[in-house]
């Protein structure tokens, strides 16, 4: 069973949520951040690397000082204020006329370390390295998780009452992509203590996005306990350090979206050469200049010289029964990207590329047209039960496999780890 509890949130007043809130710090590069950042944004303490002229290392230590120097600026400002009272609160986000409703929670750091909070993606050192650096010198967990949680009807009622009780603190929708964004904040102690006693039989959390905040969280958080202790400190396991932040979704809300892939050059193969080969594990179909989208599993396209092929997998090749085996992204890279196009590793060969199903399927064509790559492969998304089972079973999905949307807005609300 999973511990959850309400915090203090450190957040804009209304009138300023629109400015503060950002994309988080993985979504964009440095230029890109500069260019998108108002005076208030969250950019200039996710990313504050944006302040210097030229840009400089993300990870120097100056970058991490102007992080810092940033935040206590946002909060010498007033443009980001700690509730006096600790709150959970709703997050809804609005993408092509879908509402999904998030609890915005702090979820505790053992419940990761013994398995609770389940994870379906590995994470590399440094990265987590990264983001405990943020996480020490802050002193609070400035961007949230991304979690799902098994659907339970008594959450889905309360999340409606309050939604539809009052009006949310922030509402507005975000530039670029269009996603509306909505913000409640549930001040009711009855309905503060339930939520964390339904929250306390639900057996897991399913990490979403953010592998790697979560790991840094949990290490920041284990790290406290070990100095509290060596301190000579009586330890609870209920002190704020324990705690991270994370928007939980219930799990039928949620969409992943395809996560696909280009590849620079054709292992040495002239593009017939290629084709003939595939026929060896796929059933491959012309399909001409028009854009041709997979419309199930084990249903693959791919975007070779100025045309579409449909890619379907012959029975066989695959196991239904294996749950990375049956998996899209698995099938491609082995009768694929390894058996004919020398791929082995998917995390360090620099020929590969991967783009998000939000750019678009002309995005594919584009970077083959341009000369930039050779062919492009797109994917039929992953489904959230194939992410649990996977999670369930100890399992961990190959690189570049889910993608969710939409992302989480950074900056409506912070987690700090003081009292």
Same mark, same amino acid.
């Given at each position: 069973?999973?511990?959850?509890?309400?915090?203090?949130?450190?957040?804009?007043?209304?009138?300023?949520?629109?400015?503060?809130?950002?994309?988080?710090?993985?979504?964009?590069?440095?230029?890109?951040?500069?260019?998108?950042?108002?005076?208030?944004?969250?950019?200039?303490?996710?990313?504050?690397?944006?302040?210097?002229?030229?840009?400089?290392?993300?990870?120097?230590? /100056?970058?991490?000082?102007?992080?810092?120097?940033?935040?206590?600026?946002?909060?010498?400002?007033?443009?980001?204020?700690?509730?006096?009272?600790?709150?959970?609160?709703?997050?809804? /986000?609005?993408?092509?006329?879908?509402?999904?409703?998030? @609890?915005?929670?702090?979820?505790?750091?053992?419940?990761?370390?013994?398995?609770?909070? =389940?994870?379906?993606?590995?994470?590399?050192?440094?990265?987590?390295?990264?983001?405990?650096?943020?996480?020490?010198?802050?002193?609070?967990?400035?961007?949230?998780?991304?979690?799902?949680?098994?659907? /339970?009807?008594?959450?889905? *009622?309360?999340?409606?009452?309050?939604?539809?009780?009052?009006?949310?603190?922030?509402?507005?929708?975000?530039?670029?992509?269009?996603?509306?964004?909505?913000?409640?904040?549930?001040?009711?102690?009855? $309905?503060?203590?339930?939520?964390?006693?339904?929250?306390?039989?639900?057996?897991?959390?399913?990490?979403?996005?953010?592998?790697?905040?979560?790991?840094?969280?949990? #290490?920041?958080?284990?790290?406290?306990?070990?100095?509290?202790?060596?301190?000579?400190?009586?330890?609870?396991?209920?002190?704020?350090?324990?705690?991270?932040?994370?928007?939980?979704?219930?799990?039928?809300?949620?969409?992943?979206?395809?996560?696909?892939?280009?590849?620079?050059?054709?292992?040495?193969? *002239?593009?017939?050469?290629?084709?003939?080969?595939?026929?060896?594990?796929?059933?491959?179909?012309?399909?001409?200049?028009?854009?041709?989208?997979?419309?199930?599993?084990?249903?693959?396209?791919?975007?070779?010289?100025?045309?579409?092929?449909?890619?379907?997998?012959?029975?066989? $090749?695959?196991?239904?029964?294996?749950?990375?085996?049956? @998996?899209?992204?698995?099938?491609?890279?082995?009768?694929?990207?390894?058996?004919?196009?020398?791929?082995?590793?998917? #995390?360090?060969?620099? #020929?590969?590329?991967?783009?998000?199903?939000?750019?678009?399927?002309?995005?594919?064509?584009?970077?083959?047209?341009?000369?930039?790559?050779?062919?492009?492969?797109?994917?039929?998304?992953?489904?959230?039960? /194939?992410?649990?089972?996977?999670?369930?079973?100890?399992?961990?999905?190959?690189?570049? $496999?889910?993608?969710?949307?939409? =992302?989480?807005?950074?900056?409506?609300?912070?987690?700090?780890?003081?009292?």
């Amino acid at each position: 069973m999973v511990q959850i509890k309400p915090f203090k949130g450190i957040r804009p007043p209304a009138a300023w949520a629109k400015e503060v809130a950002s994309r988080p710090y993985d979504v964009l590069n440095s230029a890109e951040a500069k260019a998108e950042a108002g005076e208030k944004s969250l950019l200039h303490i996710i990313k504050p690397e944006i302040d210097f002229d030229p840009i400089i290392d993300e990870h120097s230590t /100056q970058a991490y000082d102007q992080a810092v120097a940033n935040f206590k600026t946002w909060k010498a400002n007033g443009w980001l204020v700690q509730d006096d009272k600790e709150h959970y609160y709703v997050y809804a /986000q609005t993408m092509d006329g879908r509402t999904q409703y998030g @609890l915005v929670a702090a979820c505790h750091f053992q419940d990761y370390v013994d398995g609770k909070i =389940k994870k379906h993606e590995l994470t590399r050192p440094d990265k987590e390295e990264d983001r405990m650096i943020h996480v020490r010198n802050q002193n609070a967990n400035i961007e949230p998780v991304f979690f799902a949680y098994p659907a /339970q009807d008594e959450m889905d *009622t309360i999340i409606r009452q309050v939604t539809a009780s009052k009006a949310p603190e922030y509402d507005f929708v975000a530039e670029g992509d269009g996603f509306g964004h909505k913000f409640w904040v549930i001040d009711d102690p009855e $309905t503060i203590a339930r939520i964390t006693e339904i929250f306390a039989r639900i057996p897991a959390l399913y990490v979403a996005d953010g592998h790697h905040r979560t790991a840094a969280a949990a #290490r920041v958080g284990a790290e406290k306990k070990e100095a509290l202790l060596k301190a000579g400190g009586t330890y609870t396991g209920t002190e704020e350090f324990n705690y991270f932040l994370a928007v939980i979704f219930p799990d039928n809300q949620l969409k992943i979206i395809d996560y696909n892939r280009v590849v620079r050059d054709l292992n040495g193969l *002239t593009p017939t050469q290629l084709l003939s080969a595939l026929e060896a594990d796929f059933i491959v179909t012309k399909k001409g200049k028009e854009i041709y989208k997979p419309t199930e599993l084990h249903d693959f396209a791919m975007y070779l010289g100025g045309e579409w092929y449909e890619l379907k997998a012959k029975p066989g $090749t695959y196991d239904d029964s294996d749950p990375i085996g049956v @998996l899209d992204v698995t099938i491609l890279s082995n009768l694929a990207l390894d058996k004919i196009l020398g791929i082995k590793d998917l #995390r360090t060969d620099k #020929r590969i590329d991967f783009v998000g199903g939000i750019r678009g399927l002309k995005e594919l064509a584009d970077r083959v047209d341009s000369g930039e790559m050779a062919v492009a492969f797109a994917l039929y998304p992953v489904s959230m039960k /194939q992410l649990i089972d996977i999670a369930d079973t100890g399992n961990i999905m190959p690189p570049k $496999t889910t993608w969710f949307e939409p =992302k989480l807005r950074s900056g409506l609300v912070i987690h700090s780890l003081d009292e």
